[in-house]
C-alpha cells in the first residue's frame, strides 16, 4: 500500500513532517479510519526504534556560523550610513530613517537565514540541527537563526520596533546593551503569553456563547438560495490547493453544465469531493449551499452545511455544528499567543525578497529600457522594471555574472557603478503588494521636536496668519539656527554685572541703519554707545521694564557665544547643490554640508574668507504636505520643543498579538477604536448598500443582498488575520457565526403584522411573516456584535448564565419570558440531556 503511495510521488524521497501528512491522509481516504490507526500505530514504532537507533544529539560544535555574517553586517552599515547623511541633511525625516533602518537589518536578518541555510546544506547535510529544525520534529527556523544567525530587531512592551537591532547570535553571547534590548522583548513574550490567552479564552466563550444553539436538526431546509466560490483561473499550485479546499465538503446549489459540450459534470444537492471539485474547478464561479442561507428558523440544515470535515462524509443529525465552529475560530489564537513566547519577542515583519550581488565588480545593465526611474519613499534613486531584466557583474573579463530580473523589480544601483559581495542591488515586489500594501500599518500623529535651542527659519514653507503651507512639492523644511536662549531673570542680572545701559522709554538711539525715536524698531541689530545687539522677533519680547523708574533695559536674548565653527581651507565643504564653496563668497542663509572624520551635519554659511569658512552651526527637519505647524518663521525655539506634528505610518510586529484585537474588531462589529470612528466599519458599509440597492429592488431582496455583501466582507477580513499567521479556518465555521451576526433586522414600518417599530426580529421569520400578509412590514438589516447577540438570544438561562445574570433575570422576570430550552447551555443549566449527538435522531 505505502508503494503504491511512493510510486505515485517519487521514490527515496526525505518523509518529513509534511510528507507523512500527506501520506495518513491519502490513506485515510483510500483505506479507511481503521486501518489507518493501524498504519499510526506501525509508523510510531519504527520512528521509536530508528531514533533509538540513530541517538541524534545537539553541541555546542553543531551550530556553524556562516561566514558571509560579517560581510552582510558590513554592506549593511554603509547603506544605513548613507540615510544618517540624508536625515542630517533634511532630505528624510526621522521616522522614515527609523522604518528604512527596520527594513534593512529585516532584509539582512532574511539574508542571513538564507546563508546560513545554504552553509548546512553545502557542508553538512547531516548536521542535526539541520535535521532535527527542516523534519518538523523540533524547532523552527526562527530560533535556529537567532542560535547562529543575528537576533535581529526586537519589540518593545508596546510592540513597536526598537531601532538598535541586536547583531550577536546565542552562540557568540549578547553585549550589555544587546541583553537589555533582549529583555524587552523577552519580558513582552511572557506578559503577552499570560494576558493574551486570557483575551483568546474570553473571545472564544463569547463565540460559543452565540453558536451553542446551531446544531443540524433536519436533513434539509428546501431553500433555493446559496453564495458564489469565485475561483480565479491564473492559480499556481499552491492558490489551486487553496480553491480546491474551499469546494470540498460543500453541496452544489444548481446543476454545473460544461459548456462545449453541454454533459452534466454535476448535479444540485450533490456533494463536492476531490474528484468532483477537479472537474468543476474550471468554471469561474460555483454555487453552493451555505450556513448563511439556511432556512430553518434555529439551527442548521444538513445539506446547507455539508460534509463533517473531521472524517470526510455528511454530517450527521444532531451534530453541534456551532460549538465545533467557536471552537475552530478560538483555538488557533489560543495556540498562536503563545508564538510570541517562543520566538522571545524578536521582531516579525514582512519582508521583500532582495537580489544580491554574488561577488565584487562593475554593475552594468540599460537604463533606458523596459522600465522607468522613480523615488522610492525613503528619497533613493531608483529603476523599476515593467519586463523582466537582465544585468551583469564584472570582475574581470573571465569572472562575470548574469542576473535575470523578473517584472516589477526595482534596481537600487545605477549602472557602472561598483558593487561588493552581498550588497543588495534590487529588491522583487509581487503586483499585490505594488497595487495594495500586505502588512498592516498603523498610523498615529507623531510630534517632532528640536534637538537645540536657536532661531526658526522656514524653507520652501510659506506662512501667513490663517495657516502655513508647503510651496513646492511636499520638501519643506524648517531650520533650527542654533543660539542659545536666556531666561530673563538670568539677562537682568547679567545686564546689571556687565554695567550695560540703562535706557529711558522715549530716549532717542541709533540703528545701524537709522536713528528711531521710539521702541518700535523692526530691524535686527540695534547700537547703544557704540556697542551691537543682536535680538529677534518683536522688540517687545526682547526688552525688560522696570516698574519702579519707568526705565527700559535692552535685552540680548540670543546668545551665539560657542555656536559658531571655524573650517579651514582643506575641509570638504558642500552646498545643497552639492558645490563645493569658493573662497571669498558670502552666503546669507544656505545649507553646507561639512564633512572630515568626526563630523557629519548641516550649518549655515556665515562668511568664507581666504583660509578659512565661518560657519554657524544648524539643524534641519523635513516637513510633510500633512504637518501642521503650530511655529512661527523667525521666532527663537528652545531645545525640545515641539516644532510640527506629522502623521507617521508604523508597522507593528505581525503577531497574533495584533491579529487578535483585529478580529475582535470585526466579531464585536465595533464603530469605533481608541475614541475614533473607525472609517468603513461594517454598519456604514451595511447601510450604504442597502440604499444604494433599495432604488433597484424590493425590501426582501434588497435585505438579502445587502447582507450577503457584508457577510462576505467579514470573513474575508477575519480570514486574512488567521491566513496571515499560516492558520487555515474553514469558511464554514465563520459562516455559522457570521449567519448569527446577520441573522436579524430591525422592523421600520409594521404594515400588517402585530410586531412594533424598532423591534428585533430573525430575517427569516419576518420573510415567513410577510408571506401571509397584504400590507408586508418593512424592515431594514442590522449587524449584532458577539457580546450583544450572546445577550440577546431566545434563551434567557443562557444570556444569564453568560454575563449581566441580576439585570436578565429581573427583566425576564418582569416580561413572564418562556425558555423553550433549544440549545445547550440552558438544557446544561436544567440538567436536562443535551438536544444533540447520535441519541438526537430518536428525539426527532
Known sequence: MINKYKNKLQSNKTFDKGEIKKLINWFIKNYGAIRTTKLLDKLKSLGFNFTTKAGISLGI????????????????????????????????????????????????????????????????????????????????????????????????????????PIKSNLKEGLKVTEYFISCYGARKGLVDTALKTANSGYLTRRLVYVAQGQIIKQPDCGTKNGIIISVSRKTNKSEYKIEKEKLIGRVLANDIIDEESGKLVASMGQDICEYIAKKIIKIRKIYVRSPLTCRLNTGICQICYGWNLGNGRMVELGES???????????????????????????????????????????????????????????????????????????????QSIIKLPKYTTIFVKPNKKVFSEQILAERSTWQQIIQNKSEKYKETRQIKTKISGQIYFDKIKSSKEKVKIEKGDKGKIWILSGNILSNKLLVQNLEKENYTKIKKNKNFTTNKKEIKRINDKSHRIKINNKTFTYFGR????????????????????????????????????????????????????????????????????????????????????????????????????????????????EKTTDIVQGLPKIEEFLEAKKTSNLEIIRNNPHEKLKKEFNKLQKKYNNKTTSRLSIQKIQKFLINKIQSVYESQGVKVSDKHMEIIIKQMTSKVIIKEQGDSTLLTGELIELNKIEKINENLKGKAKYEPIILGISKLSLSSQSFISEASFQETTRILTKSAIEGRIDWLYGLKENIVIGNLIPVGTGYKNQL
Not at 79 to 94: Q, S, T
Not at 356 to 368: E, F, L, Q, R, W
Not at 559 to 577: C, D, E, M, R, W
Not at 608 to 627: H, I, M, P
Open 321 to 399: 455544528v456551532g460549538i465545533l465552529a467557536a471552537q475552530s475560530i478560538g483555538e488557533p489564537g489560543t495556540q498562536l499567543t503563545m508564538r510570541t513566547f517562543h520566538t522571545g519577542g524578536v521582531f516579525t515583519g514582512e519582508t521583500e525578497e532582495t537580489i544580491n550581488s554574488p561577488h565584487n565588480g562593475i554593475i552594468s545593465y540599460d537604463a533606458y529600457k523596459d522600465g522607468k526611474e522613480i523615488e522610492t519613499k525613503y528619497g533613493e534613486k531608483a529603476f523599476f522594471t515593467l519586463q523582466e531584466k537582465k544585468i551583469k557583474v564584472s570582475e574581470n573579463k573571465f569572472h
Open 61 to 164: 560544535e553543531d551550530l556553524k556560523i556562516p561566514e558571509t555574517k560579517k560581510l552582510l553586517f558590513k554592506n549593511t552599515e554603509i547603506e544605513l550610513n548613507h540615510f544618517d547623511i540624508k536625515l542630517k541633511k533634511g532630505e528624510i525625516n526621522i521616522f522614515q530613517r527609523l522604518e528604512k533602518i527596520t527594513k534593512t537589518w529585516n532584509n539582512t536578518n532574511e539574508n542571513l537565514k538564507k546563508d546560513l541555510i545554504n552553509n548546512f546544506r553545502q557542508t553538512d547535510i547531516l548536521n542535526p540541527v539541520y535535521i532535527m529544525t527542516f523534519s518538523g520534529a523540533r524547532g523552527n527556523i526562527s530560533q535556529i537563526r537567532q542560535l547562529i544567525g543575528m537576533r535581529g530587531l526586537m519589540s518593545d512592551s508596546q510592540g513597536e520596533i526598537i531601532g538598535l
Open 539 to 650: 522688540f517687545k519680547k526682547n526688552v525688560i521694564i522696570n516698574k519702579k523708574n519707568k526705565t527700559t533695559l535692552l535685552v540680548k536674548r540670543l546668545n551665539l557665544q560657542n555656536n559658531f565653527l571655524q573650517i579651514t581651507k582643506n575641509s570638504k565643504i558642500y552646498t545643497n547643490k552639492k558645490q563645493k564653496i569658493k573662497v571669498g563668497e558670502f552666503f546669507n542663509i544656505n545649507q553646507a554640508f561639512t564633512e572630515n572624520k568626526k563630523n557629519k551635519y548641516c550649518n549655515q554659511i556665515v562668511q568664507t574668507g581666504f583660509n578659512k569658512v565661518l560657519l554657524r552651526k544648524a539643524n534641519v527637519y523635513l516637513t510633510q504636505k500633512t504637518s501642521k505647524i503650530n511655529i512661527k518663521n523667525n521666532f527663537l525655539i528652545k531645545k525640545n520643543n515641539v516644532l510640527f506634528q506629522i502623521l507617521y505610518t508604523k
